[in-house]
């Protein structure tokens, strides 16, 4: 054990390598790569991926990160990688997903996992050798590969005497941890794997620590060792090198007590006295032997600053303030700077531009970069901040005279001509190793009369705006704190006795401020005045929006006042857009929704914004599904735009403004839903539509250009959508709700987003009850009707549909009217009420017809057709889709089509029309394939396979099997009985009488949580055939029970007989051959 290397230090006071660090978006490091792109799944020898286990399990491809879904996938991924290059046991992956207790399905499941990743990264990246896989990385990246290379280059340059890069080696490795290994591994993969890296991390870590403690940076060193020795307090090495710190800094009291605390505790829990070296260590602490003192040792040549003649050289300046003790975080952005400043092209000035929004650390980080390397310019350091104390910008005439008189210029000789003052002070520091830091600069006019002619000089240089003007600048955006840094810097400051038993607290405090280091650290300064416990009362006080800015104020350190900084800058349509956009309270937001809320064209608006971007008051997000780029606040900021809004602004101005936008996004949402499914029945009277406040600034192209793609611009705006109806409720505008929610209905039916549509149509409900609008009760109840049925609530369904059809009979409004009765019908032949159900879905047609309506006549043809299919009436059933089919054809609405064609081809099958029934069950296919409709594509897919198995064609397989995939991996809340029901179907054809006893029992097990109807007398009776099979006298009790079923049906299940059938099931006779011939038989296919 050794407590002394030669090499230098270059992490900051109190790094933790062991804590997170920030995800970098730029090539090299630890950030995702970037490279030509590909198509996913593709490699044409230009996609670069990297992978990452140096915490969450994660992988990139060409800078974007790659979904890795489910824990099983990931950990597959990471025990590969573990080895790559190398073949692992199927029977090891086995183990790693499950332990000793691996299901019966492992090695299948371990196969679907190797299939998704071999989807995702190409099916060259993972190969099948003998019982397993094998990994090859090639010219990937892989971050413990990465850790592996810095850690063997620092320990090469420490052989050849090269400390400064040794630990800059030493640095860039630890930089690859990002928590905790493996972290969201199986528990077996983490169990098993994670000690070992850990154990890796501890060691390099303890070799950096020897390093700097070498270069004389004890005094720095000791805070992070009492934070290691804490968490790895029987590790002696550690142990010794916070005992040789703390001497070095002249505290031998102090190290003489952490070797007796470490004494006892080696005692206490192993029985045994420290290791030999420690104790020597002891003993020379004692008696203070000269070998603990750091060597002296002149540099080497290669290492000393070099030296060269300077007219200024009897005036070295050394303005840099203080770094502060707590500087946490930033270790990538401060090895950066630092080695641009330092190693870069000696015959041209190294520029380095740190930009970010106010209060994100700008100045903090350069200070401390510039302690870092102010050693290697020894002709002094220069600072300025390029602002007045009333935050107005500096001149630049004023901070060359500045300079100047740093340089030793007297009063007389300075010019106050602003060109002949900036020749003066680049002759003045001609030839000489300067520093210069110019903090918190306005633009690049203010600084380049600021910049040095000299390469021997560097520049370091902050401001708000990315300085883009400024040539050859090695640029670097700082992004707000993550949450463990965050928490981090709370507990320096405000001590961690005062959190303890109050994490999660303090995790809420850092969420609050945004992760702002300037709000987290005066939030910390404020906890640091508080007692014990009253990080709880802080909290909540931080938690009430109206007053957080208030809250966070320390001293002389404000976030409003920071804020206003930027405001202030700004020009008059920019303070409108900056103050409006705070009223908009929704998680991001595209360029478009300046228009309506300023009243000005789509081009000014996406100029407007990208003006606020480069303030750094509004963030970029990125791009959406639809290729709009995406923008939002930081909340605090968000606050602050608030505030302003409602200090500058009336009421009346800021409620218009707020109502434009939201018949902004009406306009849009109504638009992209008539272009995916075509037209929906509307029927409100026109002098009632819309808001008091329309806007109509919106012209045609405008909104071709915004909903180029309905699909995905539903996508993308889908989460704003949802926070537009909260708006417009709590704000009074209820009318542009309701009409808001229902122009969704059509997207959420067709992606199945039921919770979406639940949560949304319930709130606007509530706001047309509390308004009295009719119509906004009924259009919404008639929307939250239809969801119930499809979420298995009839009753539900019905007493809404009720309440919807009441208020549409008083207006007059027959269309519907009509709907309302569908649903109705719907609900009654849910509930297995078959006469009442087709009385009312016979009154729902004639209110159609009556009507008008094209779209309503269609769905009340389906809904017919549908009851005649539960009573097994087909030609009845055939000749109501068709009409369906042609009605919705002609109300131009493809869903309704869609469904209709597959209804229709489940009838024609029956009926023994099996190539129509096939060919209609194509059509469908190919329609809710285009639509996006997976759970009905997948449902057609089935129609379409039993068909198929009719007409022996070796195909059905395929699309059942297929159509079961998406089915499972939905989690569906209908169609499952009916699904295992089809699968039993096929099994029963391919004569496996075992799986297909077993699927039946599961669809019975389904199809009895509600009342009976046909599709669960069907499957008891294709039971019945397969167990007529191997176990006549169970398929006799079978029959038994079907006939007492069959006097049953609309009314629930009794249990004791589905007892009586399961427990047939579990007496099956299980040694017969398991693939019989069967008789071919007619399956029935239920319709949902």
Not at 254 to 275: C, F, H, K, S, W
Not at 454 to 480: K, N, Q, W
Request: proline residues 5%.
């Amino acid at each position: 054990m050794s407590f002394s290397l030669t090499a230098t230090g270059c992490l900051p006071p109190g790094f933790r390598p062991c804590g997170i660090v920030q995800k970098r978006r730029s090539s090299g490091g630890g950030g995702s790569p970037v490279s030509a792109s590909a198509e996913p799944g593709s490699r044409g020898g230009c996609v670069t991926f990297e992978f990452r286990v140096l915490g969450p399990i994660t992988a990139w491809r060409d800078g974007l990160a790659v979904r890795l879904n489910g824990r099983k996938t990931r950990s597959v991924l990471a025990a590969l990688l573990l080895r790559s290059e190398h073949v692992v046991p199927v029977e090891r992956l086995v183990a790693i997903l499950w332990g000793e207790s691996p299901p019966p399905t492992a090695v299948a499941q371990v196969q679907k996992c190797v299939s998704q990743l071999r989807g995702e990264f190409g099916p060259e990246l993972i190969i099948r050798s003998g019982n397993g896989y094998r990994l090859q990385l090639g010219d990937h990246r892989f971050d413990l590969l990465t850790f592996d290379q810095a850690v063997a280059d620092a320990r090469a340059a420490l052989g050849q005497d090269r400390q400064l890069d040794a630990v800059e080696a030493y640095c860039a490795g630890l930089a690859q941890w990002r928590g905790e290994p493996l972290a969201d591994g199986t528990e077996e993969l983490i169990r098993t794997e994670s000690p070992a890296l850990e154990e890796r991390r501890i060691g390099v870590v303890m070799e950096r620590i020897e390093a700097e403690l070498a270069l004389g940076r004890h005094g720095e060193l000791v805070s992070e060792l009492k934070a290691l020795v804490g968490e790895q307090p029987l590790r002696e090495r550690l142990r010794g090198q916070l005992m040789l710190a703390l001497y070095r800094c002249g505290r031998v009291a102090d190290a003489l007590a952490v070797y007796q605390a470490g004494r006892t505790l080696i005692a206490e829990e192993l029985g045994l006295e420290p290791g030999g070296e420690l104790q020597r260590l002891h003993e020379a602490i004692l008696v203070g032997g000269p070998g603990l003192d750091l060597p002296r040792k002149a540099p080497a040549a290669d290492e000393r600053p070099e030296r060269v003649w300077s007219p200024i050289a009897q005036v070295v300046p050394a303005q840099l303030p203080p770094s502060i003790a707590d500087f946490t975080g930033r270790s990538d952005q401060v090895g950066r700077i630092r080695e641009t400043l330092t190693t870069g092209d000696k015959e041209s000035l190294a520029l380095v531009a740190v930009s970010g929004k106010g209060g994100v650390g700008k100045s903090t980080l350069a200070v401390q970069a510039a302690r870092r390397v102010a050693e290697q310019f020894p002709d002094g350091q220069l600072y300025i901040r390029l602002r007045t104390a009333d935050a107005r910008p500096l001149a630049p005439l004023v901070a060359l005279k500045r300079f100047l008189r740093a340089l030793g210029v007297g009063e007389e000789g300075i010019p106050d001509d602003l060109e002949e003052c900036s020749e003066l002070f680049r002759s003045r520091t001609a030839s000489s190793r300067m520093l210069i830091l110019l903090d918190d600069a306005v633009s690049e006019a203010q600084v380049r009369p600021l910049l040095p002619g000299s390469p021997g000089c560097v520049v370091l240089i902050t401001s708000r705006p990315r300085l883009t003007g400024l040539e050859s600048a090695t640029h670097v955006d700082l992004d707000v704190f993550n949450a463990e840094e965050s928490g981090a810097l709370i507990e320096r400051i405000a001590g961690k006795h005062r959190l303890v038993g109050d994490e999660a607290t303090t995790a809420e405090v850092a969420r609050l401020c945004g992760y702002l280091p300037l709000a987290v650290r005066i939030a910390a300064a404020r906890l640091a005045q508080h007692s014990q416990g009253g990080i709880t009362r802080f909290a909540r006080r931080l938690a009430d929006e109206r007053r957080r800015l208030d809250v966070l104020v320390s001293g002389d350190l404000e976030v409003r006042a920071t804020l206003a900084t930027g405001y202030q800058e700004l020009e008059p349509l920019e303070r409108e857009a900056f103050c409006l956009l705070g009223l908009i309270d929704t998680p991001d937001f595209a360029s478009w929704l300046l228009a309506p809320l300023l009243r000005i064209t789509i081009d000014e608006a996406e100029d407007l914004i990208e003006e606020l971007v480069s303030t750094q008051l509004l963030d970029v997000v990125g791009c959406d599904a639809a290729g709009q780029t995406r923008y939002r606040y930081h909340n605090l900021v968000r606050l602050y735009a608030k505030e302003r809004a409602q200090a500058e602004y009336s009421p009346a101005q800021c409620r218009e403004a707020l109502s434009r936008v939201l018949d902004g996004w009406l306009t849009l949402s109504t638009t992209a839903a008539q272009r995916i499914t075509g037209a929906r029945s509307r029927p409100w009277p026109a002098a009632q539509q819309g808001a008091t406040n329309r806007y109509d600034g919106f012209d045609r192209s405008d909104v071709d250009y915004i909903v180029e793609d309905p699909y995905l611009w539903f996508e993308a705006e889908r989460p704003a959508l949802a926070s537009a109806v909260a708006m417009a409720c709590s704000n009074g505008f209820g009318r542009i709700a309701w009409e808001l929610a229902d122009s969704t209905t059509d997207f959420l039916e067709l992606r199945h987003l039921y919770d979406d549509w639940e949560a949304g149509h319930r709130l606007a409900l509530e706001a047309a009850e509390a308004d009295g609008d009719s119509i906004g009760v009924g259009v919404m109840s008639l929307r939250l009707a239809g969801l119930r049925c499809i979420r298995r609530d009839p009753d539900a369904g019905l007493a809404l549909a009720d309440r919807a059809g009441a208020v549409f009979e008083e207006l007059g409004l027959g269309a519907l009217e009509s709907e309302c009765r569908v649903i109705r019908a719907g609900a009654l032949r849910a509930l297995g009420r078959l006469g009442p159900a087709l009385t009312e879905v016979t009154r729902a047609a004639e209110s159609a017809l009556a009507s008008s309506s094209g779209l309503a006549q269609a769905l009340a043809a389906r809904e017919l057709g549908t009851i005649r299919y539960e009573q097994r009436r087909w030609e009845l059933s055939s000749a109501a889709f068709q009409e369906a089919v042609r009605l919705s054809r002609l109300a131009g609405n493809r869903r309704e089509e869609a469904l209709a064609l597959r209804h229709w081809a489940v009838v024609l099958r029956h009926r023994g029309e099996l190539q129509e029934a096939r060919e209609k069950a194509e059509t469908a296919l190919a329609a809710f394939h285009e639509l996006g409709d997976r759970p009905y594509e997948a449902f057609s897919g089935l129609t379409l396979g039993l068909s198929l198995l009719e007409l022996r064609d070796p195909s059905a397989r395929r699309f059942i099997e297929e159509g079961h995939a998406v089915l499972r991996d939905m989690n569906l809340e209908f169609g499952m009985g009916e699904l295992f029901y089809v699968l039993a179907s096929l099994e029963l054809a391919d004569g496996h009488i075992d799986r297909a006893v077993d699927r039946l029992a599961q669809s019975i097990r389904w199809l009895g949580a509600e009342p009976v109807h046909h599709v669960l007398l069907s499957a008891v009776e294709l039971l019945c055939q397969a167990l007529d099979v191997g176990d006549q006298a169970a398929g006799r009790v079978l029959r038994m029970e079907l006939a007492e079923l069959s006097a049953c049906v609309g009314t629930p299940a009794p249990a004791h007989r589905l007892e009586s059938i399961l427990a047939q099931v579990a007496r099956r006779v299980t040694g017969r051959n398991p693939v019989v011939t069967l008789p071919r038989v007619p399956v029935l296919q239920p319709i949902h």
